[in-house]
């Protein structure tokens, strides 16, 4: 009976030895074992059952996956001193966990380091570039232009052209991921990628922004109206030659009419004068009549000679009267 109590007692002991100094490391995980606080051996980076001294020795666990940092909206100056709040982000990963141990101790103590390195090299890179390379996401891109923004009144190219770019948003990333991953190296940390996820105007540059399209739509209105204005001019200074046209052609006809009927008029009376004397007489009479009716009236004051043709049909008169 004794001998079975310590058989029993020697099983339980072993078990818990076997416990205690057991462990697994799962397929995402990686593993460094400490004694009292230094590391001992090389990392497990393998899965499967592994053992470790009991009490002495410390799993240290540490993730094999892409983990993520997202930095926080920070507002900065480009290089043409516009203030733009950007929020970043980045991919990465332990790919030396002795040196990430002994440097960080762990993933806490990395995001602070990520959030310092690649917060500093975002703001240099932005602080290298103007806003139009910030703003814009690829090089190969070709300026936008709105084509009502641009003619004889405004000047070619003046409003709304999008100042041709020669880096783009993708290179200023790289350019944070070029100077960052070998400082992050060092901490046995891989960088995977960089990106710009958020780019806002702070209140100022958004006001200046919109007092910019207000006046380059203020101006397109008054270029419209200008042309229209001209439009205008145009087709009055039309009107106005066509109606000077028509009434130079219809006075050169109403001309040409009454010269034709004069001419048949007079031919008229050179045939009465030759055909009879009487006739002769009479639209001699008739004629000396319709002068006297335009030209003599209430008002009016005339003087002729007496061997004026007018003079002798009045004496004329005068003599027949009572």
């Not at 000077?244 to 052609?249: A, F, L, Q």
């Not at 009465?272 to 000396?288: D, G, I, L, V």
């Amino acid at each position: 009976m004794t001998y079975s109590r310590k058989t029993l007692s020697g099983a339980v002991i072993l078990a818990g030895v076997v416990y205690l100094s057991a462990y697994t490391v799962n397929q995402t995980e990686q593993v460094i074992i400490t004694q009292f606080g230094r590391p001992v051996g090389e990392p497990i980076t393998s899965p499967g059952l592994n053992f470790k001294i009991p009490v002495i020795q410390e799993v240290n666990r540490f993730d094999k996956r892409y983990l993520a940092w997202d930095g926080p909206m920070v507002e900065m100056s480009t290089k043409d001193k516009t203030y733009i709040q950007v929020n970043t982000f980045a991919r990465w990963r332990i790919t030396d966990p002795m040196r990430y141990y002994l440097r960080l101790r762990d993933e806490r103590s990395a995001q602070s380091r990520l959030e310092d390195i690649l917060g500093s090299e975002t703001r240099t890179a932005i602080a290298r570039h103007e806003l139009i390379e910030v703003v814009r996401t690829d090089k190969e891109r070709e300026p936008l232009q709105d084509e009502t923004l641009t003619g004889p009144i405004l000047g070619e190219g003046t409003l709304g052209v999008l100042r041709p770019i020669r880096f783009g948003r993708l290179r200023i990333e790289k350019s944070v991921f070029d100077a960052a991953a070998p400082k992050l190296a060092e901490f046995g940390i891989e960088l995977l990628d960089v990106r710009f996820k958020r780019i806002n105007y702070n209140h100022e540059v958004l006001e200046r922004i919109y007092q910019r399209m207000i006046s380059e739509r203020l101006q397109i209105a008054q270029r419209f109206r200008s042309e229209g204005e001209g439009e205008a001019a145009r087709i009055s200074g039309k009107r106005d030659r066509d109606i000077n046209e028509i009434e130079s052609t219809a006075y050169k006809q109403v001309q040409e009419i009454r010269g034709e009927a004069d001419a048949k008029a007079t031919g008229i009376y050179a045939q009465a004068y030759t055909q009879k004397p009487e006739a002769a007489e009479f639209f001699s009479f008739m004629k000396t009549m319709e002068t006297y009716r335009k030209v003599i009236n209430q008002d009016a004051t005339i003087v002729l000679s007496t061997n004026s043709d007018l003079f002798a049909m009045l004496k004329r008169i005068e003599h027949k009267g009572p």
